[in-house]
């Protein structure tokens, strides 16, 4: 079974600077996707960013990037020009190939100090 | 177009109590998923409808967890009775289409806290 590992519970960064995500994930499939998705306090959870194991292009968007190192299975989120408004939960999650359900890791909780 | 709405967003009952939780879908999603985070803990995959169908519950805990979708439109999830290890947020989370790029959208969760 795949499994999914954020060994940070919490991060803090000043306003307007950069923060990394930590997140890595253990499978024996070749093919599948991995997704950050972001938990603002009492708001719905949504989809920061995604990345299929078959593109070797890191995805950005905006100003969220990933690092996506395959053979360490390692999948970190970069924030840049951190803003108030990136404070939450962030669970990086993964979901095989041709399956719908998603495993999530343990979440981190970031806070940004003005 | 309103989002995933889950009912309530909040609910406290004692242990051996019933609880019904309710998920409503983006209109026209033929998915609609079922997860829990226990305190602290990672967001647990709980069951998979396509339409009115289970087509996965592979992690439903115990038999004292019922889900239904009848019609397939929205969702509860009744937990009788209620044990202190039941507490934590429940999301739901739907997407229209088995292509896996699909995106899938989640409600805000219910957190149960069951004293």
């Known amino acids: 079974a795949q499994t999914v590992t954020q060994s940070q519970p919490e991060m803090s960064v000043q306003e307007a600077e950069t923060v990394t995500l930590s997140c890595t994930y253990d499978?024996?499939?070749?093919?599948?996707?991995l997704f950050w998705y972001k938990q603002p306090p009492s708001r719905q959870m949504i989809l920061v960013i995604r990345?299929?194991?078959?593109?070797?292009q890191n995805a950005t968007e905006n100003r969220f990037s990933v690092n996506f190192q395959k053979a360490a299975k390692s999948f970190s989120l970069k924030i840049s020009d951190s803003q108030l408004g990136d404070a939450a939960m962030y669970f990086c999650?993964?979901?095989?190939?041709?399956?719908?359900?998603?495993?999530f890791g343990q979440g981190t909780r970031l806070t940004i100090n003005p | 177009e309103a989002g995933v709405t889950q009912f309530p967003s909040h609910s406290v009952i004692e242990k051996g109590q019933t609880v019904t939780l309710r998920c409503d879908p983006i209109?026209?999603?033929?998915?609609l998923y079922w997860y829990r985070r226990v305190m602290g803990k990672e967001i647990k995959f709980l069951l998979h409808?396509?339409?009115?169908?289970?087509?996965?519950e592979s992690g439903m805990p115990n038999n004292r967890f019922l889900a239904e979708r009848t019609g397939g439109t929205y969702s509860t999830l009744k937990v009788q009775p209620a044990e202190l290890e039941d507490s934590g947020v429940y999301f739901c989370?739907?997407?229209?289409?088995?292509?896996?790029?699909?995106?899938?959208?989640f409600g805000q969760g219910t957190r149960l806290t069951v004293v």
């Open positions: 409808f396509v339409k009115e169908s289970k087509q996965d």
């Open positions: 209109s026209g999603h033929d998915n």
């Open positions: 499978t024996s499939e070749s093919d599948y996707y």
């Open positions: 999650a993964y979901r095989s190939k041709g399956a719908q359900k998603l495993v």
């Open positions: 989370a739907s997407s229209q289409g088995m292509d896996p790029n699909t995106e899938a959208f």
């Open positions: 990345q299929e194991a078959y593109k070797q």
